[in-house]
């Protein structure tokens, strides 16, 4: 499986906290970021409880906004860590390069002054969703199903309408034809 499928998510940490961090009273804190929904906002909330029953000071910045948001706090020093997925850092990120491998996206990041851990061993796949009874009226049981309905109004996160492992490549792939696509604040999804 190419890693550019690959969806799993990483903690990105500046070198600083790879080589270690002193104690919680003596440093400043590590400044945990998270993105603008409830999976990063959580898996933040937990890295700065671990940093702290490790006795190194840490506080959580959350939902300051979405991936270029955070990458760029992150490379500013603004932040110290945060959750991000495999596939967002190639494919968003890092999409200048050609990267094919874990190997090579940790040599890419380190090159950036950037140390990442090893995936945590989950995946988060996009889904779309709609109303089982609406789907069995217009008989819509896959993705280009919606082809036959150019009339539906189709809404994504305002992030994944520009991210090509979003909305562009799905539009692409299925040769989806909607015209009233939205899109919509990422806090509308289910929380």
């Known amino acids: 499986m190419k890693v550019t499928k690959i969806y799993t998510f990483l903690f990105l940490l500046l070198m600083l906290l790879i080589t270690g961090c002193g104690s919680m009273s003596s440093e400043k804190p590590v400044l945990v970021g998270s993105k603008k929904f409830t999976e990063s906002v959580v898996l933040g909330e937990l890295v700065t409880q671990l940093l702290t029953a490790n006795k190194i000071n840490a506080v959580h910045q959350s939902e300051l906004g979405g ?12 932040i110290d860590i945060y959750p991000d ?81 979003g909305y562009p490549g799905l539009r692409d792939k299925y040769g989806l034809i909607q015209k009233n696509i939205k899109g919509i604040d990422h806090d509308l999804a289910y929380k």
């Open 85 to 165: 997925y495999t596939g967002t850092i190639i494919q968003e990120l890092l999409s200048n390069e050609t990267i094919t491998n874990f190997a090579e996206l940790r040599k890419s990041l380190l090159a950036k002054g950037i140390a990442v851990t090893e995936p945590l061993g989950f995946n988060n796949t996009y889904a779309l969703g709609m109303l089982k009874s609406k789907a069995d009226k217009l008989g819509i049981t896959k993705i280009s199903d919606l082809n036959d309905h150019p009339e539906l109004q189709i809404s994504f996160t305002n992030e994944f309408m520009d991210r090509k492992d």
């Open 67 to 78: 991936t270029r948001v955070l990458w760029s706090a992150l490379l500013k020093g603004d």
